[in-house]
DNA sequence: CCGCATCCCCAAAGATACTG
DNA sequence: CAGTATCTTTGGGGATGCGG
């Protein structure tokens, strides 16, 4: 007999919880949303989850049909998880609750994952003018390919960029500051905090459209 | 000291799930949606969440933000529950979510508040072309004022209807086997289970609006 | 009655150690 | 590396009771 705890509503909503509501299971999902991941890598991004807890949600999110258990092909020959097709349909989801929390009274605080950095970007991505742009983004140990076409990010995933027209390596902390309007691109480059190789008006371009809104106005501080 | 169980991450998804993440929050806000409730009201529409814990997440909803406790002035002097400005604007993650539930490999199966039938004909309502109305709903105990301007859905709430083109009267499973494709209107009305006083073409464009997609096409019946 | 608080019990989360 | 085993702690489910 099926006994799984579940809130026993034919409601789209219920339903929903039913499969995410469990504790960790949404950010083991966030996680996911950039490409595959090991088990080991999904632990180290999310601090203080026990590897029992997330061997438990990969379990039940598989077996829920949000997620898959992979074996990569040889010489790479590692267990991933990625997203089946249904999980990723929760894109709308996360859009929505990512500018619901962001509006939140209370504000943010704590660590931030390399994904959620990358992620926040593009979330909250507006260019006044269309623009093409391929980037790659170099975090402590996590590398993403960006793209931009019109304007808009039409790509963006784990892994090398094939011919970047810029490479952006930083740590998660301050890219987050920048992004969020707390220092300034040039600041950041100044000392070191942040590198560029290759076309820095691609780069001014990307952290300017990645501006998150309500983020305080540099270039004219305050008394 | 606050020892709260957080995720402790910046990201603003993560800091959305401080607040919904505990089991049967998302259900007491979606129950919010069209309207205050009082806390007797919340929980019989909330099989199995049990008084503490209702209490519990009314609390912690509130403390965050979610939530505002009001009484009523007289003479209705009864406490309620109704959102705050930043709960309501979870709306598009309602709407997000509702329809990623829809998608589920598995079907959705359970019993259904009247709120959640009425919020369902509004996620999914489509009019091919524009027309007014004012309909009043009554299912069960509970009375819905629903108006649709230029074929869309302008208010949905709680509360009787001023002056409605039609009143629609039923039980909750019959008017969602209607919207759902599993029954015609007519089939209902013929038989009881649906009741429309006034104008019965209203309620016919209605439901038809109403439709979810994916439902069993009627008209046709099978072999 | 309505709006909870209390109590008891069990299931799930957290922490740690350990293994194929 | 990818989990399992085990133990402790916390929170949810269910019943009952009590004050306003």
Chains 1, 2 share one sequence.
Not at 107 to 112: K, S
Not at 136 to 163: K, M, N, Q, S
């Amino acid at each position: 007999m099926d006994k799984r705890r579940t809130y026993g509503q034919a409601c789209p909503v219920a339903h929903a919880m039913d499969v995410l509501g469990e504790r960790w299971a949404v950010l083991v999902v966030r996680e996911l949303r950039l490409g595959p991941r090991r088990y080991s890598d999904l632990a180290a991004n999310l601090p203080g989850i026990g590897p029992n807890v997330l061997a438990q949600r990969l379990r039940e999110l598989e077996h829920s049909g949000v997620v898959r258990r992979r074996t990569l092909p040889p010489p790479a020959a590692a267990r991933v998880y990625e997203l089946t097709a249904w999980g990723a349909e929760l894109e709308p989801v996360f859009a929505a609750l990512a500018r619901w929390g962001t509006r939140s009274p209370q504000p943010l605080q704590g660590v931030l994952s390399p994904d959620s950095v990358l992620l926040g970007m593009r979330a909250f991505f507006r260019s006044a003018e269309p623009w093409d742009a391929t980037v790659e983004i170099r975090l402590e140990r996590d590398v993403y390919a960006l793209r931009v076409e019109d304007g808009t990010v039409a790509e963006l995933r784990r892994g090398e960029a094939a011919a970047p027209d810029a490479v952006l390596t930083g740590g998660v902390a301050v890219l987050h500051a920048v992004t969020s309007g707390l220092r300034t691109l040039d600041d950041a480059l100044r000392d070191g905090g942040l590198v560029v190789e290759g076309d820095a008006t691609v780069a001014h371009r990307l952290v300017a459209a990645a501006q998150r809104p309500g983020a305080a106005a540099l270039g004219s501080p305050g008394p």
